[in-house]
């Protein structure tokens, strides 16, 4: 009976307290899905000559570049049915994204921009600044698929809603509160889908044969370029520097949705990502990779 007392006292104390002196209610200090340790970390190094996008990911810096793990489902963190992997470069001009995508059928129906194309498979980049997000996805058909979101607490105090591709009265301006993950700490977003990044390119290479299910493929790669100076509103919020310095750390998500899932017993959830989220949603900048950009060459690291 003493030992049963001890160990409700401990609880008792250990509790927090409210300002009368009584226990609170007890609070979670990380209220996001993904542990923080748990967060991947990249090393983002420059290149020092000419990227051509054109799908093959062929330059001595993409072959030096360090590549992702391995993606993993975006819920539970296992592993996955095909290899995924996604590696960064960048210099004074562009970011650069390669992705190395196994798909033993490689197939895509959507040839509209901004067309519904993670109804097909798809990879996709989210770059994150403090008060804004850019979401991208891409199909084996380099059918591009893109959005600006903002968070509603700075839409206006920041300028963005007097811009016209995100004012209220523009019809492709709607509110956003997430996908699964609906209690962001920070609250509601406004979405914009009349906003293209400024010079961007894109490309596509298959290794196979596209929607022809009678042999076996292995996959696609994928070469995108963003420019800094498309990366503009992202830095409003915080004035970060365009292109990054030596060290800045940017948040950017990376990931592949598919219209296919593992079969059981693996609990695959049919989307796949660098790192993983803990719930069903890509809209959490929280649980994006860490991108740690760095000054050294990817040809002298």
Known sequence: MLHLLCLLLLA??????QADGQPGPKTDPN?????????A??????????????GNLNEMA??????SPRFVDIITGQPTLHDTRAALLWDDDCLYVGFWVEEPNVAATYTEYNSLIYQNNDVEVF??????????EINALNTVYEAMF???DTFDKVGYSSMPPFARANPKVQPFN??????????????SWDWVFPGRKTSVQINGTLNRKTDKDEGWTVELAFPWRGME???????RALPPKDKDIWRIDFSRFNQYKAPKPAKDSGGWVWSRHGIWDSHIPECFPFIHFSQTSVLQR
């Open 127 to 136: 770059i994150a600044g403090r008060d804004a997000y850019y979401e991208f």
């Open 62 to 67: 993409w072959q030096s570049a360090p590549r």
């Open 233 to 239: 509103l992202l830095a409003k919020g915080d004035n």
């Open 12 to 17: 008792i104390f250990s509790l927090p307290c």
């Open 41 to 54: 970390h990249y090393t983002a190094y420059r290149v020092d000559g000419p990227i051509i996008v054109d």
């Open 31 to 39: 209220p996001f899905p993904c542990p923080p340790d748990q967060i």
């Open 178 to 191: 997430g996908v699964g993950f609906t209690t962001h700490p920070r609250g509601k977003r406004f979405g």
């Open 150 to 152: 903002f968070w509603a």
